[in-house]
């Protein structure tokens, strides 16, 4: 056994972790149970990352749980390590595992922590996109060394990350030791006793190719007809939540349909590692039939070689290095006539097949845990000695100026009540839907907004769907293919009360259907979106109202992230934005750089699409004239003492006339909130995050009267601050100008730990 050297005692593993199932799990797992075997002086604890509200039922080894999507959680878990005097952090690194863009809230962990990082790499994408690219970089960067289990993943580590070769540990996957024995010896334990066995395991799910294997299987039972295929795994816990097990029905059905059913047998569960030993036993052949070239490791694969089975695979890099000198055999991707050939080849010839096992076997031994903990035992104390060389970081608690703000939870529970079957109600009379008011388009794009956005942060997945799929719906009912517009008020008996809605509530309409296009991941809001956003866009083109034409103006850029070849788009893109600019040219002095001769309602929206537009296009012009006017309303909507003070709706506030200080409109907290993110997006000024955050804080009581005005009980906001008191009903308008804001907050956040230190 490696004598370790003392000063490693506490070891921290972070990655998914059992009962979770799935392939990090448990790798993390037994990387930890093999790590504590081989050196008992250390002590062994896990940091799991959870991927379901509640977490799992974790052995006592877990120490600490972090949320995915919860990015405040990840500073939580590196304060925890520091605090702990953990002495060494082992990383399992996957794109999916952790929350944030591509990932990316692990890099706010590593920034925090103080000790050494061994990040072991499952996955190294060939062609990342820019943002993963920013990822994986600081990723090798923040890491003391890095783990990868083949030759290729080193090369690309070094040539597509331009890592160093030598922080760059070769460490193969960890397998069981499992004893070489004939197939005989395990069959009768599964009802397979004097038949051929070909075996698959793993986590079902669509890019394994097993309707390869059943394609192959009519020819190979034709000459071997005593064969069967056992499929060994439960469908993907993430396939399961969104789709159900259509896959594996789907799989089901074409073994009927190539008349097979006799020959194929699906084990529909997660089992544990003595079970599986006996599954891999029992197999004269594994197969690994999977689809993607771009695997850099297979645990399956390893467990099976290790084992000395004769394995048949397509050509992912995992398998090319492992099988190569004749340690088992590769066949093209998606080819079943291939895969039918030569399964019945090795099946002929049983002195091929046996050399095949005992080439695997033999290099498998190299692949036990009992030896693959002391390869990482060994990177572990290469990276204490690298750190100890490099000056080590003083731990200094962080003031409250340096450290990222605290936002409040995100709670859904008022909104789920306000919204039916139909949609959401527009009014509220305290906290209870107000049925004889009906709903709103206006309300439901907003709603629309809200759902895609929080289903970019994963944010309750489930209720997001849901409430998300009542909203479309609600938009896709309120448009009149025959005149182009859209209804605006719906009774609560479903009637519409109106011929067409106002140009606003068009435009807001559009906005939210563009977001649906350009943001959401669910192709069913993308088609649906994209259909009644192309039919409603013409509309707009002759619309009067400034904020329709701003309102469209966000919806255009949302839509053109992903279909910017419509030109149609962007020819009305330049319309409305030419004429946007020229009102704002007309209307503007040097006292009044403003759009219109008053301030009335949603003021920054018209700031806010000048900002966005001119950034996208181009049009340096057209982003600072929105600068300009942002950053006069904001000296305008600010108290004597620093608060934010929003354009009271009772008399707004007419050019040369009296300023109305109330009734102040959650809506305009939410339009000064967005607009200034999208300054500070535009122009990397952190003074534009501070508006945003002020106009933010009018919500929790830095207001005039110093109320709160969301509510944390339910989740919903109060209609507005009057002079004396708060309006106590939370209508939707309200809540959602509270929620969006706070979305829109979390993703700027979010995106900024990502990529720098965190804007305060």
């Not at 093209?332 to 006539?337: E, H, L, Q, S, T």
């Amino acid at each position: 056994m490696m004598q370790k050297p003392s000063e490693i005692r506490k070891i921290a593993f972070l990655g998914d972790y059992v009962p979770r199932k799935c392939g990090i799990a448990t790798f993390t797992s037994d990387l930890l149970s093999a790590v504590a075997d081989k050196d008992q002086s250390s002590q062994c604890f896990a940091v799991p990352v959870n991927d379901i509200a509640g977490g799992y039922e974790y052995p006592k080894e877990v120490c600490f749980e972090i949320e995915e999507q919860d990015l405040a959680s990840y500073l939580r878990a590196a304060d925890f390590l520091n605090i702990s005097n953990a002495d060494l952090i082992s990383v399992q690194h996957e794109f999916g595992i952790f929350g944030g863009p591509s990932g990316s809230h692990l890099l706010a962990l590593l920034r925090e922590l103080r000790m050494p990082v061994v990040t072991t790499l499952h996955t190294i994408l060939r062609t990342p996109s820019n943002e993963q690219r920013r990822v994986m970089q600081e990723l090798i960067a923040r890491s003391t060394r890095l783990v990868v289990m083949a030759e290729r993943g080193r090369q690309m580590l070094q040539e597509i990350y331009q890592a160093p070769a030598s922080k760059i540990d070769l460490i193969p996957h960890g397998i069981p030791d499992i004893p070489f024995v004939d197939p005989d010896f395990y069959k009768d334990q599964f009802g397979v006793e004097g038949r051929l066995v070909l075996f698959t395991f793993g986590l079902l799910s669509p890019n394994k190719g097993i309707e390869h294997v059943l394609n192959a299987i009519p020819e190979i039972v034709a000459e071997f007809p005593d064969l069967v295929y056992l499929v060994l795994g439960a469908t993907h816990p993430n396939l399961v939540r969104e789709n159900g097990e259509v896959y594996r029905l789907s799989l089901e059905r074409l073994a009927k349909k190539n008349r097979v059913e006799k020959h194929v047998i699906f084990y529909n569960r997660f089992v544990g590692l003595e079970e599986l030993k006996e599954f891999i036993g029992a197999a004269d052949l594994y197969i690994t039939p999977y689809l993607n070239e771009a695997q850099i490791t297979s645990g399956t694969l390893a467990y099976a070689f290790g084992a000395g089975k004769a394995v048949i695979s397509t050509g992912y890099w995992h398998a090319q290095e492992l099988l190569a000198e004749n340690r088992g055999v590769l066949v093209p991707f998606g080819d079943a006539k291939a895969i039918a050939r030569e399964v019945k080849a090795l099946l002929r010839d049983d002195m091929r097949r046996t050399a095949i096992r005992k080439n695997a076997y033999k290099l498998g031994r190299e692949m036990v845990w009992s030896n693959v903990a002391g390869l990482y035992l060994r990177s572990f104390e290469l990276a204490r000695l690298e750190r100890a060389l490099l000056s080590r970081k003083s731990f200094a608690t962080k003031t409250l100026d340096e450290q990222p703000r605290a936002l409040p939870d995100c709670k859904l529970e008022h909104l789920s009540r306000m919204t039916d079957s139909t949609g959401l109600f527009q009014h509220a009379l305290f906290t209870v839907p107000n049925f004889s008011e009906g709903y709103c388009t206006d309300d439901n794009a907003r709603a629309f907004i809200l759902a895609v956005l929080l289903g970019q942060m994963e944010e309750q997945p489930e209720r997001v769907r849901t409430l998300g799929t009542t909203y479309a719906a609600f938009l896709h009912h309120a448009f009149n293919a025959k005149t182009k517009r859209f209804h605006n008020h719906l009774s609560f008996d479903r009637r519409w009360l109106d011929e067409q809605g106002s140009e606003d509530s068009h435009g807001r309409a559009l906005w939210a259907l563009g977001l649906g296009v350009g943001r959401s991941p669910d192709p069913s809001f993308q088609v649906l979106c994209g259909q009644v956003f192309a039919q409603a866009l013409p509309t707009a083109i002759g619309f009067t109202s400034p904020r329709a034409w701003a309102f469209t103006l966000l919806g255009i850029d949302e839509y053109l992230r992903r279909l910017c070849g419509d030109r149609f788009a962007q020819q009305a893109r330049e319309n409305l934005l030419t004429r946007l600019m020229e009102l704002f040219d007309r209307s503007a002095q040097p006292d009044w750089p403003w759009f219109e001769e008053v301030l009335s309602y949603d003021n920054a929206k018209l700031a806010h699409s000048l900002i966005l537009s001119g950034r996208t296009t181009g049009q340096a012009a057209a982003c600072e004239r929105g600068l300009q006017a942002l950053r006069w309303l904001v000296q305008i909507q600010t108290a004597e003492n620093g608060d934010f003070r929003p354009i009271g709706s009772n008399g707004f506030y007419p050019r040369g006339g009296t300023r109305a200080n109330f009734d102040q409109q959650p809506i305009e907290a939410h339009a000064m909130v967005s607009a200034c993110l999208e300054a500070y997006r535009a122009t990397n000024e952190v003074w534009w995050h501070e508006q945003a955050q002020r106009a933010f804080d009018w919500f929790l009581g830095w207001n005039d009267l110093g109320l709160e005005l969301y509510s944390p009980t339910t989740g919903g906001c109060r209609d507005a601050l009057h002079v004396d008191r708060v309006n106590q009903n939370q209508g939707a308008e309200s809540t959602l100008a509270f929620l969006l804001s706070l979305a829109e907050l979390r993703l700027t956040q979010n995106a900024v730990t990502a990529f720098n230190q965190p804007v305060a």
